[in-house]
């Protein structure tokens, strides 16, 4: 399927201040960017670098005034999400060297905590997909979704107690659970079709039989219908825009449309 | 100004055939990309990856049959060509680490066979940035630009003698001549407005006073009406599309326009 | 100064693991590696990679049976901790890219809820290394050096509470309150003399005036005594011995002696 | 078998100069470096850093007046070198990403120009470690072993035709070979044990059934008695001092011996 997003950001901004965005998606197995466009008012020298995780971040110093930041994208992607049942877990000898960072608590994901609940909920799955599987729904069924009731600093840690939050941190805990039994596993940030109310949207990944496979825990009934725009051990890696000094942000609007298939980029 | 930049490339495709392309422009001091576009057709898995230069490169495996791949971008770029005449060289102490690569010789710039030549150019000129626009206007002034007298394995030591060639000679031997001389350079390939008859184009850029300088030793004119694909040792690494199998390239058009500047992406 | 040191590791493996030794310091401005040596029984194949920090890391399957690591390296080191007292904080515009992840905040250090402590605590001290320092002593004079205090997932934000804890903790604040001004800083873990009792040891490092300097908020004279073994984010980054699955260790011990100035390697 | 290995480097320096010195082993799964020792005088501050191509490099300004570079190693390794003769050749979309580089031409290793020859060599030899074999034993049987034949500009294709060189040619020329059909190969350079006259010796590596091999194209009977220092494209890449200003040369000594199995780092 082809889908179309933007995200369109504005700012009034006291003094110049330096801000990194992180709002390029790349192509992969799972998506390819068919277009992207970038808008920034007034104009001032955008410098883009990679950082640790793959990410294109952009860094920008915003003068004072107003700053206008828009994107939009054009993706393909599959209708599905992917998913193999029986690709099993690998031992930590068997991974290679990247991914081991992710199996390190971070931040928001204290998995050094976790290891009696994970092993709990896992319980005889058998050591394969389905291992990540069954933490995924644990966490579905488990938290309630309430907005307002988690901020930016809130952990995996406290998600366990106060069985709610919004999707960072469903993502969070799936992730600390996963690296609790060793089994790698990421934040993923991006785009997905049919939110309500639309925003973005956070879900994770895990490293499951040599290759990473996507599981949303927030979601009913997650599909393909998504575009991955930034990577990282957990949501202090994925700030979509960080601004390092004051601002105020006058609007964020995300929109996510379903185009024809037969469009071109 | 804006320009807005396509490459249009058709290929048959007689039996599968692993490809790279390396055809994404990035942001940087030099270029804001405002907008890209890519339609491949049919539509395969698409996989980025980073290389060693920083590059976006694309490996796609295009089966049997025809294989349409088209770019587009606009681009917001300085119209003159960035020059500081009194930045001073460095020595090889004061350069950065990933800098010192780009003193070394390569595939078609035989640096360490072209000290002499080099010396004697660049005479007593001031030990900064006219030591290289000395070694450029050299280049300028006693190369011919001369289509079919040079082909893809041509080296700047076989041009010292043959004195002509095309754009990717005139910029193998500048950069040649300033490693030579223990200024670090490299190759850059890239669209320029205005080219007679219209393709893709080759320069290099030197690294002066901490930071890299561009150099165009094959216009008389050079402006700063240009935007950057890719950057590499040489030749070697920027090639814009390496299929590894046999093909029929059918189509490569290259169009490059000025667009208002009031234009959005 | 020439400092010799040693780390002698023996565990009981039960089964086979899969493990990750990051014990080899790298030679730098602070320090000149004159020696190493390892000796593991039985010998295995070692796999070494350099992890996202830059520290050189050791892959060793571990077989069933009794296990032996030990290391010994000489090093020649300053005196004294380099300080700058004048060196001045920069913006974040100013950092270069690679040091950007120091800002954020990590598993135990938590430097988003710390905002309000650090910038009360530097007061109005210059925007300088003093500012570093001051935070450095308001680390060492407000939180009690007290072994078992404190554990392997022990945070700054919990230290800021109990206000006792050991160097690891020590550090983690240190890092905690840099982060929360904006000024970049890492976990350092290695060897320093006189120790009492002998055991490693962990500081940090704050990014200012476009270079590392060394803090230890432990200490009550910290002197230039010591070899840097590695850096991370924080503990999570570090730790020396990583065994992926059940051992017992046996044997922990650590030396640090001070070699006459006249050895050679 | 344990193998203790010794360079030493004296130089007479008329004015300061910046140097890099690329002579760490480091350990993998051919050689486990036991220990290491460097001796440099005067003792003047060392800085490391990694290269493009995994090697540990070390940068030193080397003061005006005598200076003294030295290292010892002692590693383990196998007493045979490693070959699976049925280990198949990959397809170029089979290879990961951070091989693809050793694919392409460099300065030393035309591969752009042999394909001819390389196909002709190979014949119906199968697809797989043979194929490679069939190159080494070419170049091992059509070039003559003289020293003083080449210089440090010799290319692969210069002794194509003079049929003559030494180790560093018979490398560049089984390199440039492999890659001409698309087999990635790198230049490995070290020590080996028994050479006559003692001195560093060059050989390659290919990429075969998804891992790298070594072959030797000097030696009649190629063992295992080998120590890598370090790997690059070419010879431009792994020079082992490279001293960027004037200088003299008035020692170069190097030393291989076997040592007991029974020895300790």
Redesign the interface.
């Known amino acids: 399927m082809i889908i179309d997003a933007t995200c369109c950001l504005e700012y009034v901004i006291p003094v110049e201040v330096?801000a990194?965005f992180m709002l390029r998606p790349?192509?992969?197995?799972g998506q390819?960017?068919?277009?992207?466009?970038?808008?920034?008012k007034p104009?001032v020298?955008?410098?883009?670098?990679?950082?640790?995780y793959?990410n294109l971040c952009?860094?920008i110093?915003l003068p004072k005034g107003s700053f206008h930041y828009s994107m939009?994208c054009r993706a393909?992607v599959p209708a599905e999400l992917d998913s193999q049942p029986l690709a099993l877990l690998q031992?930590?000898?068997q991974l290679p060297?990247d991914v081991?960072?992710y199996l390190?608590?971070?931040?928001y994901?204290?998995s050094?905590?976790l290891g009696d609940l994970a092993t709990y909920i896992v319980g005889n799955a058998p050591s394969n997909h389905q291992h990540v599987t069954s933490l995924r729904n644990w966490v579905h069924d488990n938290i309630a979704y309430e907005r307002g009731t988690s901020n930016?600093?809130t952990s995996a840690l406290e998600t366990t107690t106060t069985r709610r939050g919004v999707c960072r941190d469903f993502a969070h805990l799936g992730i600390a659970l996963c690296r609790a039994i060793?089994v790698p596993a990421r934040m993923v940030v991006g785009f997905v079709h049919g939110l309500e109310p639309m925003d973005l949207h956070a879900w994770f990944e895990a490293y499951i039989g040599g290759r990473w496979f996507s599981f949303d825990a927030t979601e009913d009934h997650p599909g393909g219908n998504r575009i991955v725009i930034a990577y990282g051990r957990d949501a202090?890696?994925v700030a979509l825009a960080s601004l390092?000094g004051p601002f105020t942000c006058t609007t964020m609007q995300v929109t996510v449309a379903i185009a024809p298939e037969t469009e071109?980029?």
Chains 1, 2, 3, 4 share one sequence.
């Open positions: 330096h990194i790349r192509s992969g197995w390819w960017i068919m277009r992207e466009e970038f808008n920034i104009r020298p955008v410098i883009e670098y990679t950082d640790f793959g952009q860094r110093v939009k393909w031992t930590v000898k060297v081991l960072h390190l608590p971070s931040r994901c204290q050094d905590k930016s600093s060793k202090a890696d390092f071109e980029a």
